[in-house]
């Protein structure tokens, strides 16, 4: 007889504890190796924990809603249904620390107990990063499972469209015809209504205003308190900061042409930027121990306000290889599922440069705090009408947005900063079209 130990898995390299969403598995219910027995709470998402063994749930240690440290027990997987039990008692008896010892010394005759194993988020292509296993099983988000339920459909005759193969829930809508939403399709172009207002680059809809009670001291949620370790990471770096007015007639004139494809002017803003970057190499790096640290990819990772606290930052990767038709529908799916807190770590921790967009509350100009293992990042406040002068030594009213890039002083200088500022201003006045090519 063997006993094997669930536990708190480490799903990103800053987490210290996770939160137990949703046990997927009851005690005395039968565990597929490979099978997910609990959701966990990671610092910005919510991730799948699969058995590494298969078994019965004996017994769980940390209920739904509480949280564990990394490492530490959250349940136990006895080798067979009789076995439960014993099991059982023995965590009661003498605690989650030596139960598994204190089982093993009850085997029975003629068995050797095995060493204790851990149950966990798999590593070798599978859980974490919601990929198929070899075996050929299907890997479903927690929201993909309860809706298969729901809609009593068999999830190994669906084929998923997340990342790697996963099964999300818009795959359970549509195999049960139930599918509200459809894929983006380009549509044609439509031109404006001549009373159309000017786009203001809004990153995302405005996160809703959150309750307070006055007098009333509320816990930070895990996103918050990832939140808290990464801005006192950033008060060891020495930053500076570099400001400049881009003109944005030329680029409020293209959003207005292709909005109609589902295009969105966060995606433009990042294209713009990443295109930027090819030029600019140096703004795409970060500083290391070792050294200087120059990406293979530019990856744009852009700020998003979580509606229940906290910050997170998609990653649009490839950035300046995508279209921009691709990179809006991208960024839309991935909105939609950091709202849900199902993305996966490589789609909200591989960004090489970030955006802050506080465009759509109508800011003049305010500074970012720099992301740890990144060198740069971009502040974009609101466009609005200034009076300016023109080449020709006479007054005219443009369209100015203002942005502050803030960077990290180890590998950027200021010179290299306001060389990339100018080149993106020069892109977005003069040559947007070359946006959508």
Known sequence: M??????????????TEGKIVSWEKSPGDKVEKGETVVVVESDKADMDVESFYEGYMAHIVVEAGSSATVGSAIAFLAETEAEIEAVVAQVKSSGTAAAKADVAAATAPGKTAAQPSAVGASTNGTSQ???VRGSGRKIASPRARKLAKEFKVDLSGITGSGP????????????AGKSTTSTPQAQPVVAPAPSAPKATPAATPAPMP????PGQTVPLTTLQNAVVRTMNHSL???????GYSINTDELNKLYKQIKSKGVTMTALLAKAVAMTLQKHPLLNSNYSEQGMVHPANINVAVAVAMDDGGL?????????????????????SLVERARAKQLQPEE??????????????GVDTFDAILPPNQGSILAIAASRPEVVATPD??????????VNITCDHRVIYGAHAAAFLKDLAKLIETNSQSLTM
């Open 236 to 242: 060891s770096v020495p930053t500076f900061h570099v």
């Open 2 to 15: 063997s006993i094997h130990e669930i536990f708190m898995p480490a799903l990103s390299s800053t987490m």
């Open 129 to 131: 990063n919601g990929s």
């Open 210 to 213: 959150v309750a307070v009670t």
């Open 393 to 402: 030594g006479m007054m005219g009213i443009r369209t100015v947005m203002k």
């Open 312 to 332: 997170i930052t998609p990653v649009l990767q490839n950035a300046d290889q995508q279209d921009i038709y691709s990179l809006s529908r991208n960024w839309k």
């Open 164 to 175: 790697h193969g996963r099964i999300i829930a818009e795959d359970v809508e549509t195999a």
């Open 348 to 361: 909200y921790s591989s960004g090489t440069f970030t955006i802050s967009n506080l465009g759509m509350f």
